[in-house]
């Protein structure tokens, strides 16, 4: 391993790093990656989910290298980053994802790997290519990468128009095995894009599964489909996925009302280019009047707000990903004829809400789910080119991947907490300083926070 990282290491400060020799390094029996155990996915029984510790669950380890298949990569990760699923993950709700696996393990001799007794958690990630497995032509050893967290058999028709249609998809590193919170991961080969080359490793790693699900949950015409003019309800504005969502809405020619939890996170979006910001704290919304029973009053008053902000407008779509505890408010607000946009549900998967608002004023529910390839694709190009930045704020060495988890659980974090594997310090990896001097003040506005 050392002999990677001190190959990788050889580009630094080079804008043209010359990597193709990885593929002549041996590539190490073993490796260190973030695990549960299915030995231990009662540890949490009895005790409510904010009592339950991701540092307790999540074990730095030894573990086996993986035989590649056709069509897949393995790759040097340098950095990773935590999301929720890492939260649903470590503390085993919904389920212990090891259901996943075994569902997965059915499909083939190939799929069969990745039942195991452990699971090497982690769905972003950004590195270099080591090796590829057979089939792989646009990919090759030294290239360095991004990886999205889309994996996809398209066996079935289904997916052949979207791929997360495909009844075969899954969430790399959530639903498989071999995830990007390690020193290695393997990946499909139709999940890597180019990294990009004015970022840092861990910059680079961490917009990759949110970027792309705000991109599609927003700007597709899978999802929302936003237009110029626009105005977009954006709740967690200054998080993992509303940070994206926030930029995406500015640049797209909408407005964003963007709700936040505290002061400085409503600064955070004010310095990303926003105007009409809501301090749900200060206001002291309480949807809920007890854990059964929603307040519609509260609905009224965030809606007479929004309208103050706007000039009358109701937003035409609602970015939702707080599920149970926002819904119904989201539901309300939304204009005749608008759209709430929903994934994730953070709050609780139970969603409660009016339906005489929907229905009687036209309103449309969308779920969406991450995004598919080309999705992927623009939403990483856009990184690329500078117009949309990441949203970095803190980043843990693995060792500390647990303390990082717990941070989100808590949502102690802005924007999104990245976790350095390979990488021996922050700051590298940078291959076009030109084009991040133009923008490094925006690429660092989470830091610090």
């Not at 958690?121 to 270099?128: E, L, N, R």
């Not at 969406?368 to 949309?388: D, G, P, Q, T, V």
């Amino acid at each position: 391993m050392r002999e990677i990282v001190e190959a990788i290491m050889a580009g630094e400060g080079s804008t043209s790093s010359e990597l193709s020799a990885l593929g002549r390094i041996p590539v190490p029996p073993t490796y260190r990656g973030v695990v549960v155990r299915a030995d231990e996915t009662g540890m949490f029984e009895g005790l409510a989910t904010g009592d339950k510790d991701p540092r307790k669950s999540l074990h730095v380890q030894e573990v086996p290298t993986p035989e590649l298949a056709p069509g897949e990569a393995l790759v040097a990760v340098m950095a990773s980053a935590i999301n929720y699923n890492t939260v649903w993950t470590s503390i085993f709700e919904p389920v212990p994802t090891f259901a996943f696996l075994r569902r997965y393990a059915k499909l083939s001799a190939i799929t069969k790997r990745h039942e195991l007794p452990y699971q090497v958690v982690g769905s972003d990630a950004a590195g270099v290519v080591l090796r590829v497995g057979a089939g792989v032509s646009k990919w090759k050893p030294g290239d360095e990468v991004v990886a999205h967290c889309l994996s996809v058999e398209l066996e079935e028709a289904d997916g052949h128009d979207d791929t997360m249609l495909d009844p075969e998809q899954r969430i790399w590193g959530f639903e498989t095995n071999f995830g990007g919170l390690a020193e290695l991961a393997v990946v499909k080969a139709n999940q890597l894009m180019p990294k990009p080359r004015h970022l840092t490793w861990e910059e680079a790693a961490c917009p990759g599964l949110v970027n792309s699900t705000a991109y599609r949950q927003l700007v597709s015409h899978h999802g929302a489909a936003m237009k110029q003019g626009d105005v977009v309800l954006i709740w967690g504005a200054s998080g993992g996925l509303g940070g994206y969502a926030t930029q995406y809405a500015l640049h797209g020619g909408a407005t964003p009302v963007c709700v936040v939890s505290s002061p400085e996170k409503a600064e955070l979006c004010r310095r990303m280019g926003a105007e009409l910001v809501i301090d749900r704290a200060a206001e002291d919304f309480r949807f809920w009047s007890d854990e059964h029973t929603q307040d519609p009053s509260e609905w009224r008053r965030l809606g007479e707000l929004i309208r103050t902000l706007t000039g009358g407008r109701d937003p035409d779509i609602v970015f939702e990903h707080p599920g149970r505890e926002t819904f119904g408010a989201s539901v309300y607000v939304a204009r005749r004829g608008g759209a709430i946009v929903t994934c994730a549900s953070t709050s609780g998967f139970q969603h409660e809400f009016d339906n005489r608002y929907l229905w009687m004023n036209l309103k449309r529910i969308i779920g969406s789910h991450f995004a598919n390839y080309r999705e992927a694709w623009e939403a990483n190009r856009l990184i690329s080119s500078a117009r949309i930045h990441p949203t970095l704020s803190r980043v843990y060495p693995l060792e500390q991947t647990g303390q990082a988890t717990l941070d989100v659980q808590h949502n102690r974090h802005q924007g999104k907490v990245g976790v350095r594997c390979l990488a021996p310090a922050e700051g590298l990896g940078v291959r076009d300083p030109e084009l991040r001097a133009r923008h490094e003040q925006a690429i660092n506005r989470f830091r610090g926070e």
